[in-house]
Structures are given as structure tokens and as C-alpha cells.
């Protein structure tokens, strides 16, 4: 399993839009991309899974370049909600099932101000 | 629907003292999981399971760890005895099998051993 690297911490005020870079320069072929979200005192929670290029859900947008050696995890108008603990995986399943396991990280604790 | 199900959601117990935690999946979801997160990390995953089989266990430490999965529903995590530097929140994480499915995670167990 590709290991990743992301910020430990970033900052944000309400209305901005926050983009969170994870890179992982050995993912292997079959890799997808993971991010998963968790708030305090809470279980991680699925936000957005990725293979390449850009997918867009009612949550947020997975940019993936074309080497696929980083990813970006773009949330558009932050909200004081979304200040949680965003964590980015990837191995070699679809969304964390029976294919794989899960191997998570640090992740990036992103604090949303007003 | 019910999301997961975990309890006791707070646990104290003293070092030596055996304790337990209780897990009940989304139904339907074959696949379960327990993970192990400690204060400013993410989960680790402690144990798999595919219905009644633990298809998944190099990171349980069997001296003092065991779980059960009986009837392939519900799961129970065993500490025995318990030591200090178990005082983590223990996770509890479901999925279906074989379709692609997301990780759906309880709330956790909080557990300080004192």
C-alpha cells in the first residue's frame, strides 16, 4: 500500500474554498484514492474516492494529475461544520471493501474560523 | 437506517480488569471491521472480518486481544487483561462484501485504563 503524506494542520475562514494536497509517489497501478472525514468523537466518514483525472460529488472535488503522484481534495465554501480531521488512503479497492484494507494516516486537521 | 451500533460508548476500567465492547453492524453489511484509534492518530485496523470468518487478524495482539463474530452479525471485542496503554477509542467499521461499498463506521468506545 502507497504510503501518503499530507499537512498535519491547516487554516480557514467561513466562505473560503480550502484545497488539502495529499501526495503518495509510489501509488501503484491498481491504487484508487480515498479521503474520508472525521469530526470529534466520531467515526471516520466517506467523502470522495478517485482513480485519476477529477471526480466531483454533493461534498467535494478529487483532483488527480495525470502522474497520480499527488491528489487534492478541494471543499468549496467552508463552513464552521466542516472543521474535522481529513484523512487520504490509497490501496488497491473500491472504497475501503472486502478488496482491501484501510491504512490511515495522521490526516490534515483543518479549523474553519468566522 | 441504523448506522453502526457501539457500546458502551465510554468504558473506565483499572490496569488487569478484562473488558468488552459490543458491535452491531448495518444489516446486510457482511464485512466488519475493528479499529483501534489513539489520541491525535488515525485508526489502525485491528481485525476483518468476512461473515463469520476473521479473514484479516496480523494486527490483533492475541496475548491479550480476541474477538468473536458469532452467527457473522454481531461482533464482540475482548481485552484481557487490560493494560495502560490500551486507553484508546476502539472502532467499530462495516461494509458490504464484494460490491464496492464504502466503510461505514459507529461512534467508537472510549476506553481509559487507569
Known amino acids: 500500500l502507497a504510503k501518503t503524506t499530507q499537512p498535519i494542520s491547516m487554516d480557514s475562514y467561513e466562505g473560503q474554498e480550502v484545497n488539502i494536497t495529499c501526495s503518495h509517489n509510489?501509488?501503484?497501478?491498481?491504487?484508487?484514492i480515498t479521503w474520508y472525514q472525521q469530526f470529534p468523537s466520531q467515526g471516520p466518514r466517506f467523502i470522495i474516492q478517485?482513480?485519476?483525472t477529477k471526480v466531483t460529488n454533493e461534498v467535494a472535488s478529487l483532483f488527480i494529475p495525470a502522474d497520480r503522484k499527488s491528489s487534492t481534495l478541494s471543499l468549496p465554501r467552508v463552513s464552521l461544520s466542516d472543521t474535522a480531521v481529513y484523512y487520504c488512503?490509497?490501496?488497491?479497492?473500491?472504497?475501503?471493501?472486502?478488496?482491501?484494507?484501510?491504512?490511515f494516516g495522521k490526516g490534515t486537521k483543518l479549523s474553519v474560523k468566522p | 437506517e441504523a448506522g453502526v451500533v457501539q457500546s458502551p460508548r465510554y468504558k473506565i476500567i483499572e490496569k488487569k480488569q478484562p473488558v468488552a465492547f459490543w458491535c452491531n453492524p448495518i444489516?446486510?453489511?457482511?464485512?466488519l471491521y475493528w479499529y483501534r484509534q489513539n489520541l491525535g492518530q488515525g485508526p489502525e485496523l485491528l481485525i476483518r472480518y468476512e461473515n463469520e470468518e476473521a479473514v484479516d487478524d496480523s494486527q490483533l495482539p492475541k496475548d491479550r486481544f480476541s474477538a468473536e463474530r458469532l452467527k457473522g452479525v454481531d461482533s464482540t471485542l475482548k481485552i484481557q487483561p487490560a493494560e495502560l496503554g490500551d486507553s484508546a477509542v476502539y472502532l467499530c467499521?462495516?461494509?458490504?462484501?464484494?460490491?464496492?461499498?464504502?466503510?461505514?463506521f459507529g461512534p467508537g468506545t472510549r476506553l481509559t485504563v487507569t
Open positions: 509510489n501509488i501503484a497501478t491498481n491504487d484508487y
Open positions: 444489516s446486510g453489511h457482511n464485512t
Open positions: 467499521a462495516s461494509s458490504l462484501t464484494r460490491t464496492g461499498s464504502e466503510q461505514y
Open positions: 478517485g482513480y485519476k
Open positions: 488512503l490509497v490501496g488497491e479497492w473500491r472504497y475501503g471493501g472486502s478488496q482491501g484494507n484501510l491504512i
